[in-house]
């Protein structure tokens, strides 16, 4: 679909009767679910210039159920054309615009949605959560504030208040809000896993163990419970969930994300029951499941990355390496390559405060361009500041390596560290995991996790050779087996004074909310090195790719 032709003159055709006809043959197939035949009439009745507000609307509609995004987008901003006092297009509109990740665009719709219909709760909870998203938590608390009061017995606000709180650290005030929410919806799956999930990111296992039980009990389908559970239980130990979880039948599941989440779930028990021949064979069909949902984003991601360093590596204001005083942190790198780790080896200090995967410097840079990004350090601090008033923030946000011209050259304040390991130990924890949101979906595919690796090792070589005393190569695999050697050096770096405690990471206070927050709470270890080798047949394809580009294995240990 692409840019249709409106005029003031939309909204004064005569509706014939065989268009009227051919609308309610389209609203009746549409209830009907006979999408595809729906959405050919509604774009005749376009082309025929039936020009009707509900015609763009309910085409829309069918065009986000496919995940046709961008033509929902292009029919709803013509429904907003022909009726601009109608609440719902700017609704859907910021609703689409968050859920593919275009934050600063969602967030104007969202806001007009309310004050078009102050009175739709369903308003208030699409603005809290594109405010999330833009990492403005005091906005969003203070809209979750408003909405309490307007929708009292709502729980749905009391669980983003929860959300809010952990992101930016107050567990007291997230803990009351969780269990606020829990007590207006005892019986809802989504709100007690979500508290689950904050008690085992915070270290609380035993206690976030029985409220994942709870969810299950409320909704023995909750796939994703499931799918946490098989990443923490014991599988000696708790041998009854483990053979839940290996008898469920992800058949029985109704959507492709639920029955991905469980095939990922037996791959996990059965990598913990050292059967890895049978892991891969859930893994294979759990990523193959995944990518038809989630179709791989290798070749955009490379090419903005590529993009990114042809423009900055064309202006002379990027070449100069600015640095004043330590603040900022950056931790970037491949997913799975120890990031989280070092983050919480860092968060040990008590004048760090972790971020997580925070993109606060995308919004950073998105206000500061209109002035060359001569500001964006005052506006990093003013987005951190959101987070915690400690002296030094880490960010890991590991798709910043792209930015690092920008960090390095036009933050006064920033550091940045590269987390890389062995490319095939990397590949296949990424091919294990089960990431949400949006970014990483190449990590379903074997190959385009190999194509990534090599353009991240072409790039980041690159960038070490610009920006070599400003970029700290920090190889995992030395890191797990010579932990005392190697975070002396990290910290020696830094700036920051040896203390014991940076050796024991897992007793860390602060949350850890990713894939990795499992294994950031168990000690130091290098029991992953070398795990690639107990899938032969599975990373065959993977090693297929760096032979064909010449790339040798150990390639990563000259980062050093």
């Not at 700017?90 to 934050?103: D, T």
């Not at 994942?212 to 000696?236: E, F, G, M």
């Not at 759990?286 to 042809?310: C, F, H, M, Q």
């Amino acid at each position: 679909m692409r840019g249709f032709k409106n005029s003031s003159k939309n909204t004064g055709f005569k509706f014939k009767d065989n268009n009227l006809a051919n609308y309610n043959k389209a609203l009746n197939l549409q209830k009907k679910g006979h999408l595809n035949q729906a959405a050919q009439i509604y774009h005749n009745l376009i082309k025929n210039k039936y020009f009707e507000k509900n015609v763009f609307l309910n085409y829309a509609s069918i065009c986000q159920q496919q995940n046709k995004n961008q033509d929902a987008i292009l029919l709803l901003k013509q429904s907003i054309k022909i009726n601009p006092k109608n609440f719902i297009p700017f609704f859907k509109m910021g609703f689409i615009l968050n859920n593919i990740g275009s934050f600063y665009e969602a967030y104007p719709f969202a806001q007009k949605a309310i004050e078009l219909n102050p009175n739709l709760w369903e308003g208030y909870h699409n603005l809290i959560k594109i405010l999330i998203n833009l990492k403005r938590p005091k906005d969003a608390a203070k809209y979750a504030d408003k909405a309490i009061d307007l929708f009292s017995s709502n729980h749905l606000f009391n669980g983003l208040l929860g959300d809010i709180y952990s992101d930016t650290g107050d567990f007291e005030k997230a803990i009351y809000n969780y269990k606020k929410a829990i007590s207006k919806a005892p019986d809802n799956d989504e709100t007690i896993y979500s508290y689950a999930n904050f008690l085992i990111g915070t270290g609380k296992k035993e206690e976030g163990f029985e409220y994942i039980n709870r969810a299950i009990k409320v909704n023995p389908y909750h796939a994703i419970s499931y799918y946490l559970l098989s990443t923490i239980i014991d599988v000696k130990k708790d041998k009854e969930i483990k053979a839940k979880i290996l008898n469920l039948e992800s058949e029985n599941f109704k959507t492709s994300e639920d029955r991905y989440t469980i095939l990922f779930s037996k791959a996990h028990i059965f990598h913990k029951l050292k059967e890895y021949d049978k892991s891969a064979n859930y893994l294979k069909k759990a990523n193959d499941l995944k990518l038809l949902v989630k179709p791989s984003n290798i070749n955009e991601i490379i090419k903005l990355a590529e993009n990114i360093k042809n423009k900055t590596t064309l202006e002379n204001s990027f070449d100069k390496p600015k640095f004043k005083s330590l603040r900022d942190i950056f931790i970037v790198g491949l997913p799975r390559s120890g990031s989280t780790l070092v983050e919480s080896i860092l968060g040990m200090n008590e004048e760090v405060h972790n971020l997580g995967e925070s993109a606060i410097l995308l919004n950073a840079l998105i206000e500061s361009e209109k002035s060359n990004f001569s500001e964006i350090d005052q506006h990093y601090l003013k987005y951190s500041q959101n987070f915690s008033s400690k002296k030094i923030t880490t960010n890991k946000m590991l798709s910043n390596y792209m930015h690092i011209p920008h960090i390095v050259s036009k933050l006064e304040h920033s550091k940045v560290i590269y987390t890389f390991r062995n490319p095939l130990d990397n590949i296949l924890s990424m091919y294990r995991a089960k990431f949400t949101g949006i970014g990483n979906e190449y990590s379903s595919s074997l190959v385009d996790s190999a194509t990534y690796y090599i353009h991240h090792f072409k790039i980041m070589s690159f960038y070490k050779d610009k920006y070599k005393n400003h970029i700290y190569f920090l190889n995992y695999d030395n890191l797990v087996n010579k932990p005392n050697e190697e975070i002396k050096k990290l910290l020696n770096w830094l700036g920051f004074s040896w203390k014991e405690n940076y050796l024991k990471p897992y007793e860390n206070k602060q949350g850890f909310f990713t894939a990795s927050n499992v294994q950031v709470r168990s000690p130091i270890n290098n029991k992953s090195v070398g795990g690639w080798g107990k899938y032969p047949k599975m990373m065959e394809e993977a090693l297929q790719v760096f032979l064909q580009n010449d790339f040798a294995l150990n390639s990563f240990e000259k980062l050093n």
